[in-house]
């Protein structure tokens, strides 16, 4: 019997790389435009596949549209297989949420089309986490095709099975040659069947055996479909009997191969055994990961539940939401995330992030409007009345908590003059109103326009008349009126006065509403809820801070002359290490004659806040790194003072860090180190949807060298310690004495930047071939202010909760009169498929969402009004997820229905699960 050789057209189709985006989709339309004749035409062209991502077809369609349909008619015959992804996007350096709404908007994409191709393709992602395989059962697919990452135990064979943590599972296909190992076809049939049969005899059991099928994958980066293909197969087919050529599809391919009998891996993929896995991408850039980390965190956490919640159904902002979340899955492309791209693509990254943040910023703010209405209902209802707090005009200021565990902290308030301040710091006072200039009355006239043009938010513009002749020109300010002033009655005026009285003087003033910006420390806020503020002694002990030491009765944080920080007598946290870097922005590299930079010139301590709720001392260390690297050795000096601010605040038990300097340094990497409590053989790292355990070193191969330097989502946990981070992904264990099973690690080292100047190049000692491009840029040096922001944790509190502390704030907001609360159909609560609340009975707090027992990932409005919320257990023990008093049904990622639940439903270790509440 014959074994059957699937051969599969196909292009990589990178969306942004080494060309900005616009340049890349001019060749794509012109390989689509060939393709789909060459289709029409040519059955023996039996089949292609448009890379596994939807993005493809939306970037052609839109230039193409008329040629939706046919494109319709080739999926349906079989000819053409779309998606399931959106965009095949990095695993590592995006959130779980983030792969979820790829796929799912993937799927809905290809819907229009037929369907999506029925396998979870993954053929270029730079590794794999350990809860794929949970994601791809949850979307129904039973087959994934991976290449990088493979680890060796089980690269010697054709396919794997893949387990995720919770158990589910996988076959994947594994690429020994990545997705191209037929990608370049030559003249005729006779060299064609060489060339699979010294792949063969070349990969060995790689390959597979006996009547087992062969996947011959035709297509690489950007490769346009090759015309002659059919006739190849056919040729080496005539010549003869022992391997039967098929044009093919990824999804017969897996219908045809062996699933019995494989070897089984469990958990993520991310060796560089066999292929590169590019270990540098994750320090590369700074910039675009902390910016990654700001629009995941104000889109999951903050701008959808608190819309699902708080806004009434019908106001459900679902398309901005998609607009925002589009942009996210569009900069989730792995060239894109990992910021191994020309300097005009990264651009393009940051600007697409910067519009996902402002739309979810814009989003948040109109559902905390809608969370101090529902507070403002609230009060009454169990005896408490707005008139507690006459000193805030009447309605007491509300702190909301986003997230879905109960929480205490500190909160900003804007308050107005007169109001208590009892058990507040008073952070800043605005003055009522502020004198800006002094005109004549001709002058007046000019400056009209040049308030038009600079002083948007001046609604309008009052003239008083002194005593003494000057006028005060009052410019109301207002910034909920941003553009509505008419400059006609002004402009008039100011003419008449000219002409009555040239020589008076016109003082211009900017009218604010004046306030009192404070802090306060509240209390037992619900998760996804609110608590209302009311002035008195906190319930904490105050925060003090003085030249070298901070405390608040839980820590104590002493900063050492070396300009290093203790907590609690654990010393030595925070030093700076600064070393080499001739690299790229794929690997780190150090050069052969390295200089290591550790301990700085000099430090100068100042307290920038003494307390009683935040305190915050500034480090001011200065340091001479090295300018740059030439050659083998780094040369140069540059003197660069680093602000590392310590905060503290009362009743915490963290230390939240910021690190703030001109980098004007290149080819060079700097990392935070920290002695850990306890040595280690172990770190656990946030994942996407779990936590990973990961050890001492890593395994690399021919092509790559194994380091050690690790990805982590939000947090990284060793020996007792808690780092967690905005966007700082990379983490090593480090100071590792002792040998084998001996060795333990001291410290961990935080990487805050890496700074290079090549796309890519080689060879290099970490890494002997190019990984792209060998081009030139300026961007990977981040010549400009950088600031970096972290936490530090000694102990052994949940890691979610101190990274939920350190970066997701209580939001204030000043309280709302029963009065303000408009028209019915302006209220947020109410009908229109709003949860009920649960309130104290006091009016003082209340939420319309409890979930406990696990972590909540998404809540959000489906299907009209339904509200769907995803959990996951990050643990080895089985979950209780508790929704109290509420009712519904288990659905899987594509929304498909399973068990009912009444209050509560038990989850699996390490499962991830979906669910929509009844009204």
Same mark, same amino acid.
């Given at each position: 019997?014959?074994?059957?050789v699937?051969?599969?057209?196909?292009?990589?189709?990178?969306r942004?790389?080494y060309l900005?985006?616009?340049s890349?989709?001019?060749?794509?339309?012109?390989?689509?435009?060939?393709?789909?004749?060459l289709?029409e035409?040519?059955?023996?062209?039996?089949?292609?596949?448009?890379?596994?991502?939807?993005?493809?077809?939306d970037?052609?369609?839109?230039?193409?549209?008329?040629?939706?349909?046919?494109?319709r008619?080739?999926?349906?015959?079989?000819?053409?297989?779309?998606g399931?992804?959106?965009?095949?996007?990095?695993?590592?350096?995006v959130s779980?949420?983030?792969?979820?709404?790829d796929?799912?908007?993937?799927?809905? &994409?290809?819907?229009?089309?037929?369907?999506?191709?029925?396998?979870?393709?993954?053929?270029?992602?730079?590794?794999?986490?350990?809860q794929?395989?949970?994601?791809?059962?949850?979307?129904?697919?039973?087959d994934?095709?991976?290449?990088r990452?493979?680890?060796?135990?089980?690269?010697?064979?054709?396919?794997?099975?893949?387990?995720?943590?919770?158990?589910?599972s996988?076959?994947?296909?594994?690429?020994?040659?990545?997705?191209?190992?037929?990608?370049h076809?030559?003249?005729?049939g006779?060299?064609?069947l060489?060339?699979?049969e010294r792949?063969?005899?070349?990969?060995?059991?790689?390959?597979?055996?006996?009547?087992?099928?062969?996947?011959?994958?035709?297509?690489?980066?950007?490769?346009?479909?090759?015309?002659?293909?059919?006739?190849?197969?056919?040729e080496?087919?005539?010549?003869?009997?022992?391997?039967?050529?098929?044009?093919?599809?990824?999804?017969?391919?897996?219908?045809?191969?062996?699933?019995? /009998?494989?070897p089984?891996?469990?958990?993520?993929l991310?060796?560089?055994?066999? +292929?590169?896995?590019l270990?540098?991408?994750?320090?590369?850039?700074?910039?675009?990961?902390?910016?990654?980390a700001?629009?995941?965190?104000?889109?999951e956490?903050?701008a959808?539940?608190?819309?699902?919640?708080?806004?009434?159904?019908?106001?459900?902002?679902r398309a901005?939401?998609?607009v925002?979340? &589009?942009?996210?899955i569009q900069?989730?492309?792995?060239d894109s995330?990992?910021?191994?791209?020309?300097?005009?693509?990264?651009?393009?990254v940051?600007h697409?992030?910067?519009?996902?943040?402002?739309?979810?910023?814009?989003l948040?703010?109109?559902?905390?409007?809608?969370?101090?209405?529902?507070?403002a209902e609230?009060?009454?209802?169990?005896?408490s009345?707005?008139?507690d707090?006459?000193?805030?005009?009447?309605?007491?200021?509300?702190?909301i908590n986003?997230?879905s565990?109960?929480?205490?902290?500190?909160?900003?308030? &804007?308050?107005p003059?007169?109001?208590e301040?009892?058990?507040t710091?008073v952070?800043?006072?605005?003055p009522?109103?502020?004198?800006?200039t002094?005109?004549?009355?001709?002058e007046?006239?000019?400056?009209?326009?040049?308030?038009?043009?600079?002083?948007?938010d001046?609604?309008?513009?009052?003239?008083?008349?002194?005593?003494?002749?000057?006028?005060d020109a009052?410019?109301?300010?207002?910034?909920r009126r941003?553009?509505l002033l008419?400059?006609?009655?002004?402009r008039e005026?100011?003419?008449?006065l +000219?002409?009555r009285?040239?020589?008076?003087?016109?003082r211009?003033?900017?009218?604010?509403?004046?306030?009192r910006?404070?802090?306060?420390?509240?209390?037992d806020?619900?998760?996804?809820?609110?608590?209302?503020?009311?002035?008195?002694?906190?319930?904490?002990?105050?925060?003090?801070?003085?030249?070298?030491?901070?405390g608040?009765g839980?820590?104590?944080?002493?900063?050492?002359?070396?300009?290093?920080?203790?907590?609690?007598?654990?010393?030595g946290?925070?030093?700076?290490?600064?070393?080499?870097?001739k $690299?790229?922005?794929?690997?780190?590299?150090?050069?052969?004659?390295?200089?290591?930079?550790?301990?700085?010139?000099?430090?100068?301590?100042?307290?920038?806040?003494?307390?009683?709720?935040r305190a915050r001392?500034?480090?001011?260390?200065?340091y001479?790194?090295?300018g740059?690297?030439s050659?083998?050795?780094?040369v140069?000096i540059?003197?660069?003072?680093?602000?590392?601010?310590?905060?503290?605040?009362?009743?915490?038990?963290?230390?939240?860090?910021?690190?703030?300097?001109?980098?004007?340094?290149?080819d060079?990497?700097?990392r935070?180190?920290?002695p850990?409590?306890?040595?280690?053989t172990?770190s656990h790292?946030e994942?996407?949807?779990?936590?990973v355990?990961?050890?001492l070193?890593a395994?690399?191969?021919p092509?790559?060298?194994?380091?050690?330097?690790?990805p982590?989502?939000?947090?990284?946990?060793?020996?007792?310690?808690?780092i967690?981070?905005e $966007?700082?992904?990379?983490?090593?264990?480090?100071?590792?004495?002792?040998?084998?099973?001996?060795?333990?690690a001291?410290?961990?080292?935080?990487?805050?930047?890496?700074?290079?100047?090549?796309?890519?190049q080689g060879?290099m000692?970490?890494?002997?071939?190019p990984?792209?491009?060998i081009?030139?840029?300026?961007?990977?040096?981040?010549?400009?202010?950088?600031e970096?922001?972290? +936490?530090?944790?000694?102990?052994?509190?949940?890691p979610?909760?101190?990274?939920d502390?350190?970066f997701?704030?209580?939001?204030?907001v000043? /309280?709302?009169?029963?009065?303000?609360?408009?028209?019915?159909?302006?209220r947020?609560?109410?009908a229109?498929g709003?949860?009920?609340?649960?309130?104290?009975?006091?009016?003082?707090?209340?939420?319309?969402?409890?979930? $406990?027992?696990?972590?909540v990932s998404a809540?959000?409005?489906?299907?009209?009004s339904q509200?769907?919320?995803r959990?996951?257990?990050?643990?080895?023990?089985?979950?209780?997820?508790?929704?109290?008093?509420?009712?519904?049904?288990?659905?899987?990622?594509?929304?498909?229905p399973?068990?009912d639940?009444?209050g509560?439903?038990?989850?699996?270790?390490?499962?991830?699960?979906?669910?929509?509440?009844r009204?």
């Amino acid at each position: 019997m014959s074994r059957q050789v699937h051969v599969v057209p196909h292009t990589h189709w990178d969306r942004e790389w080494y060309l900005p985006y616009q340049s890349f989709r001019l060749k794509l339309v012109d390989l689509v435009d060939g393709l789909l004749p060459l289709l029409e035409r040519d059955p023996s062209y039996a089949h292609y596949m448009l890379d596994g991502q939807m993005a493809v077809l939306d970037d052609y369609l839109e230039i193409r549209p008329e040629n939706a349909g046919r494109i319709r008619r080739l999926a349906a015959q079989g000819r053409l297989s779309v998606g399931p992804w959106y965009i095949l996007m990095d695993e590592f350096l995006v959130s779980g949420e983030t792969m979820v709404r790829d796929l799912q908007l993937g799927l809905a &994409k290809a819907a229009e089309f037929g369907g999506a191709m029925p396998v979870g393709y993954l053929p270029d992602m730079f590794g794999h986490i350990a809860q794929m395989p949970q994601l791809l059962q949850q979307f129904g697919f039973d087959d994934t095709v991976v290449w990088r990452g493979t680890p060796a135990a089980v690269a010697d064979r054709p396919a794997f099975r893949w387990e995720a943590p919770d158990g589910s599972s996988v076959r994947a296909q594994y690429l020994p040659r990545g997705y191209g190992n037929g990608a370049h076809l030559p003249l005729n049939g006779k060299d064609l069947l060489e060339q699979v049969e010294r792949f063969i005899a070349e990969e060995g059991t790689r390959a597979g055996g006996g009547d087992e099928p062969l996947l011959w994958m035709n297509g690489t980066d950007h490769l346009q479909p090759q015309a002659s293909l059919g006739r190849l197969v056919a040729e080496a087919n005539g010549v003869q009997d022992d391997l039967d050529f098929t044009v093919s599809s990824l999804a017969a391919f897996v219908a045809a191969a062996p699933r019995d /009998g494989l070897p089984v891996w469990r958990g993520e993929l991310r060796s560089g055994a066999r +292929a590169n896995v590019l270990m540098g991408v994750a320090s590369n850039r700074v910039d675009v990961k902390q910016l990654a980390a700001r629009a995941e965190r104000a889109l999951e956490q903050v701008a959808e539940p608190l819309s699902a919640l708080y806004l009434d159904a019908a106001r459900w902002p679902r398309a901005f939401l998609d607009v925002a979340w &589009k942009l996210v899955i569009q900069n989730s492309a792995h060239d894109s995330i990992c910021a191994c791209s020309v300097d005009e693509v990264v651009d393009a990254v940051v600007h697409r992030f910067h519009e996902a943040i402002r739309i979810a910023d814009g989003l948040t703010e109109r559902a905390v409007l809608g969370v101090a209405r529902a507070a403002a209902e609230a009060v009454g209802t169990g005896g408490s009345t707005l008139d507690d707090v006459p000193a805030l005009g009447g309605a007491a200021p509300v702190a909301i908590n986003a997230s879905s565990r109960t929480r205490r902290g500190l909160v900003t308030f &804007k308050l107005p003059p007169g109001a208590e301040l009892t058990g507040t710091q008073v952070l800043h006072e605005r003055p009522g109103s502020v004198q800006i200039t002094a005109l004549s009355p001709a002058e007046a006239v000019d400056f009209v326009a040049v308030i038009v043009e600079n002083i948007g938010d001046a609604h309008r513009i009052d003239l008083e008349t002194n005593d003494d002749g000057s006028v005060d020109a009052r410019l109301r300010i207002d910034p909920r009126r941003f553009g509505l002033l008419d400059p006609a009655p002004a402009r008039e005026a100011f003419a008449a006065l +000219a002409e009555r009285d040239p020589g008076a003087e016109v003082r211009v003033w900017m009218d604010f509403t004046p306030r009192r910006v404070v802090l306060a420390h509240i209390d037992d806020i619900p998760g996804f809820g609110w608590a209302r503020w009311v002035p008195g002694a906190p319930s904490v002990e105050p925060v003090h801070a003085d030249d070298h030491r901070l405390g608040n009765g839980i820590i104590d944080v002493e900063i050492a002359d070396d300009g290093t920080f203790s907590v609690n007598g654990h010393g030595g946290l925070g030093r700076l290490v600064d070393d080499g870097d001739k $690299g790229d922005t794929y690997n780190w590299c150090p050069p052969a004659d390295d200089t290591v930079v550790d301990r700085p010139e000099s430090v100068d301590v100042t307290v920038i806040e003494p307390g009683p709720l935040r305190a915050r001392v500034a480090i001011d260390a200065t340091y001479h790194w090295p300018g740059r690297v030439s050659g083998e050795r780094r040369v140069g000096i540059n003197e660069v003072v680093v602000r590392t601010t310590l905060e503290l605040h009362a009743g915490d038990d963290l230390v939240r860090v910021s690190v703030a300097f001109d980098n004007r340094s290149r080819d060079h990497r700097l990392r935070a180190w920290f002695p850990l409590p306890e040595p280690a053989t172990t770190s656990h790292a946030e994942c996407a949807f779990a936590v990973v355990e990961r050890g001492l070193v890593a395994e690399g191969g021919p092509t790559e060298v194994g380091l050690a330097t690790f990805p982590s989502r939000r947090f990284v946990e060793a020996g007792g310690l808690t780092i967690a981070h905005e $966007g700082l992904l990379e983490y090593e264990l480090v100071d590792i004495r002792g040998t084998d099973d001996t060795a333990r690690a001291h410290a961990l080292a935080l990487t805050l930047v890496r700074c290079t100047g090549l796309l890519s190049q080689g060879p290099m000692a970490t890494r002997p071939l190019p990984a792209g491009p060998i081009t030139a840029m300026e961007g990977p040096q981040l010549q400009r202010p950088v600031e970096l922001r972290y +936490a530090v944790h000694v102990g052994e509190r949940d890691p979610y909760a101190v990274t939920d502390d350190a970066f997701l704030p209580l939001v204030g907001v000043g /309280g709302i009169a029963t009065t303000d609360l408009g028209s019915a159909a302006d209220r947020s609560p109410g009908a229109g498929g709003q949860p009920d609340a649960t309130i104290a009975a006091d009016g003082s707090r209340g939420t319309r969402l409890t979930v $406990g027992g696990a972590e909540v990932s998404a809540v959000r409005r489906v299907e009209g009004s339904q509200l769907e919320v995803r959990v996951f257990n990050p643990t080895a023990t089985t979950a209780m997820v508790r929704v109290p008093m509420r009712q519904g049904w288990l659905v899987d990622l594509r929304g498909r229905p399973g068990a009912d639940f009444e209050g509560q439903f038990e989850l699996r270790p390490w499962g991830i699960q979906t669910f929509r509440l009844r009204a």
